[in-house]
């Protein structure tokens, strides 16, 4: 479960600087290309990739970016 809230903070702190400047699209393709990346890291042996940590990353930036927008 800690895992899954450092990947929505992670994704929150990464969408946050696009959504404060007015870029609300920008935010969230960051978080999905940070979620993505992450979990393709982990696909090459240095993790343990979970579509879950992807989604968990993806929805704190699209929840930051709906707070900031």
Do not use: Q
């Not at 479960?1 to 600087?17: C, T, W, Y």
């Amino acid at each position: 479960m800690r895992d899954k809230v450092l990947h929505f903070i992670a994704g929150a702190a990464i969408a946050a600087p696009f959504s404060a400047v007015g870029y609300p699209y920008h935010a969230v393709a960051a978080a999905v290309l940070a979620a993505v990346a992450k979990e393709a890291w982990d696909m090459l042996g240095n993790g343990t990739p979970d579509v879950m940590d992807a989604f968990a990353t993806i929805a704190g930036g699209a929840l930051v970016t709906v707070c900031l927008t």
